[in-house]
């Protein structure tokens, strides 16, 4: 079983930077990909970024450039880091932490197995 905690969100001017973190605990669990997707009010949850287990990245158009996804791996915890940079209005959401079973990272909801339960990221204009 694997558990999720995020954290660090919270209210920022457009412009501004926040870092997301994503402790991950259980066994196996540095050997699992991992990914970020948020869920904007009204709008469906999607894909932000996501990272296999030996680091590498890949992201959304749409955050890309602005934000960097890493972790850190120890015996049977894992830590996740988005760090945000040059933040918009359009990113506030709630950012979801999420692990699946595999090395690799994907970018569909469907292809995880661990969800954390959110942590809210606004930003004003």
């Known amino acids: 079983q694997v558990q999720l905690v995020e954290s660090g969100g919270g209210l920022v001017q457009a412009g501004g930077s926040l870092r997301l973190s994503c402790a991950a605990s259980?066994?196996?669990?540095?050997?699992?990909?991992m990914g970020w997707f948020r869920q904007a009010p009204g709008k469906e949850r999607e894909f932000v970024a996501t990272i296999n287990w030996k680091g590498d990245t890949a992201y959304a158009d749409s955050v890309k450039g602005r934000f960097t996804l890493s972790r850190v791996n120890a015996e049977n915890t894992v830590t996740m880091y988005l760090q945000m940079n040059s933040l918009k209005p359009e990113d506030t959401a709630v950012y979801y932490c999420?692990?699946?079973?595999?090395?690799?990272?994907?970018?569909?909801?469907?292809?995880?197995?661990?969800w954390g339960q959110g942590t809210q990221v606004t930003v004003s204009s």
């Open positions: 259980g066994r196996t669990v540095r050997n699992y990909g």
């Open positions: 999420a692990a699946r079973t595999g090395l690799y990272g994907a970018t569909s909801q469907s292809d995880f197995d661990y």
